[in-house]
C-alpha cells in the first residue's frame, strides 16, 4: 500500500473545496488564530474521513465494482483490502466526529454561550447524521440523494460559520444558498451521467420520470447518432443562477464585511473559480462519453 492509493481513497484531489467551504465560513467572522488553524485541519480530516467512507461503502455494496470509472481505485483493485479499510476509516469517522465535538464545545465556551453557539452545535450532529445516512446508501437508493447531499454540505458551512459569528445575516443566507443550488446541481446533473444504465438511479429527476437520462441538455430516446457536447442548455439555467449569487456575494463581502477580512475575499475569489474548474469542467471526461455511447447502442 502507497501513500498514494491513500489519497486515491481519500478523493484528495477534491479536498480543497470542502476546506474552502469551511475555513472561509469561519474565517469570516470574529476568528481567533489558533482556533482558524485547527479548523483548516480539522477541514482536511473531515474531508478524508467523509469521502473515505464513501469510498469504502461504495465499493462493499458493489456500485464502484460496477463502475468503469472506478475500476482503478485502490479498494476495486484490492491494492487496499476491504479489512484494513474498515478498520482506518472508521477509526478517522470516529476521531473526526470526537474531536469536531471538542473544538465546538471549546469555542462555544470561549465565546460566552451564546445563541449562535448552540446552532452550531446543532448543525455540527445535522452534518454529521446527513454525512452517514448518505455515504451508507442513500446516495445510491433515494430519490432525494441531491437533497441529503445539498443539506450536508449547508449544515457543514452553517456549523462552521456560526462558531465565528452570532448570526448570519444577508452574507451567511447568500453564503448558504450559493452552496446548496451548487450542491444540488452537481449531483443531479453528474449523478445523472453515472446512473445511465442503473435500473434503480438515484438521480431526482430520472425517478420521478421527468426525463430519461440528459446529456448536456438533450433528453434521448434510442440510440444516438452523434452527441453534441456544446449543447449546454440545461446547465445554462444554472450557470446564471450561480453567477448571480456569486456576484451578490462578491458585492455583499467588499461593502459589508470591511477592511479586516481582505485575506478572506482574497481567498474567496481564488475558491470560487477553482470550485467552478472542478465542479463543471472537470465533469466531461472520457470515461463518461464512453458510458453515454455505450448505452445508447444497447437502447
Sequence with gaps: ?????????????????????????????????IFAIIIFFLAIAIHFAS?????????????DIDDPAKSHHPLVTGSIG?????????????????????????????????????WSIFFLLLSIILGISYNTGMSKVSPLASTIFAF???STVSWTWLLSHSTFGIIGLTLLAYYFI???????WAGDIKDI?????????LR?????????????????????????EYQNHFYLIYWLLKSIMLLLLFALVGIQVDLVIVIYLVGLFFISYVLFEKTITTTDRDKIVKYSLHL
Design 208 to 232: 420521478f420520470k421527468f426525463v430519461k437520462h440528459r446529456v448536456f441538455g438533450n433528453n434521448y430516446e434510442g440510440e444516438i447518432p452523434e452527441i453534441n457536447y456544446d449543447n449546454l
Design 152 to 154: 450536508y454540505i449547508v
Design 82 to 118: 476491504h479489512y484494513i479499510g474498515h478498520h482506518v476509516i472508521n477509526a478517522m469517522v470516529i476521531m473526526v466526529v470526537i474531536i469536531s465535538g471538542i473544538i465546538t464545545l471549546i469555542i462555544t465556551m470561549t465565546n460566552g454561550y451564546q445563541w449562535s453557539s448552540y
Design 197 to 205: 444504465g442503473r435500473p434503480t438511479p438515484s438521480n431526482l429527476l
Design 182 to 188: 451548487l450542491s444540488y446541481f452537481l449531483i443531479n
Design 1 to 33: 500500500m502507497k501513500i498514494k492509493e491513500w489519497l486515491q481513497v481519500f478523493r484528495a484531489q477534491t479536498a480543497p473545496l470542502t476546506v474552502f467551504t469551511m475555513f472561509t465560513a469561519y474565517m469570516a467572522g470574529n476568528w481567533d488564530i
Design 51 to 63: 469521502y473515505g467512507q464513501n469510498s469504502l461503502l461504495d465499493t462493499v455494496m458493489g456500485y
